[in-house]
């Protein structure tokens, strides 16, 4: 083809990058690829970017249908791989451009941490095969629940788990408080009953505890340039992990802050507790 130079302009889903431009030169046969930075965004607005002149312009583009279908079905393979890794919710945050690092939100949530009792015994004792099954069980009988009852695992660390259930209202504390709570109730009955799994054969049973706390957290890409996690953090998240340790000690299935146990009947107080970290003791409460 009498062609001299041809130029690639493309998008792409990076925390430091909004795109591409490939270069290639017929006389030197020479590759040239530019990352350019989110910045460029801020710095030319859409309105005067001379893509736009094209997309809105007169011209004719015509593509093969293969490469549309190609195309349909990369982003359909991306959506489903972001969803399994990131969650239902999460993951189409991500697949729409949110990953700058510190990009994010303020969200009000019921937040969820659950562990496992004895996981540490039992995984000396157990072979690998088998614990990863019973890890497996495990999660999947608690993420049953929380995605029947609104919400949405945000990490797996170890043999816990982290999930919220967000708050799009403000008056709708007390029902998403409830609706979680629920969720803990059906989860750890669901987790009661994985003694009837293969990998439980001689084993005694599966005993989690959860911790529930209401509060808003920074939800959003946080980590390295180039290795980020779309999570939750703040004062909220480092109080429910902690209610969560307590639970262990207390000997709680199911334990909640103050804040939660406000929004709740049927609910009764287990004192104040001092947890690692808090300078102020927390008062936790338990279902009568």
Not at 6 to 29: C, K, N, S, Y
Request: aromatic share 6%.
């Amino acid at each position: 083809m009498p062609l001299l130079r041809v130029t690639l302009h493309t998008a792409t889903l990076h925390p430091q990058f909004l795109g591409t431009t490939i270069t290639w030169w017929r006389d030197t046969a020479e590759i040239v690829q530019v990352m350019i930075a989110h910045e460029v965004s801020d710095a030319i607005p859409y309105e005067k970017n001379p893509v736009r002149r094209v997309c809105y312009g007169r011209e004719t583009l015509r593509r093969r249908l293969s490469i549309a279908a190609d195309r349909h079905n990369q982003y359909w393979i991306t959506h489903n791989l972001l969803c399994a890794y990131l969650g239902a919710n999460t993951g189409p945050k991500v697949l729409t451009g949110q990953v700058r690092r510190g990009a994010g939100m303020a969200l009000t949530a019921v937040l969820w941490s659950s562990d496992l009792r004895g996981f540490t015994e039992r995984s000396d004792r157990l072979p690998s095969e088998r614990m990863i099954a019973l890890l497996n069980a495990l999660f999947e009988a608690q993420d049953a629940e929380i995605r029947a009852h609104g919400g949405e695992i945000l990490k797996f660390i170890g043999d816990g788990l982290l999930a919220i259930f967000p708050i799009a209202e403000t008056d709708a504390v007390a029902t998403v408080a409830t609706t979680a709570v629920a969720a803990a109730r059906k989860a750890i009955t669901a987790v009661a009953r994985l003694s009837d799994q293969p990998a439980m054969e001689g084993e005694p049973p599966l005993d989690i505890v959860i911790a529930l706390h209401v509060g808003t957290a920074h939800y959003g890409n946080i980590g390295a340039a180039d290795r980020l996690d779309f999570t939750v953090i703040g004062p909220a998240v480092n109080l429910v992990t902690r209610i969560e340790n307590a639970a262990k000690m207390l000997g709680q299935p199911i334990v909640v802050s103050a804040d939660l146990a406000a929004a709740l009947d049927g609910f009764v107080s287990l004192g104040r507790h001092r947890l690692r970290g808090l300078a102020t003791p927390q008062e936790l409460f338990a279902p009568a």
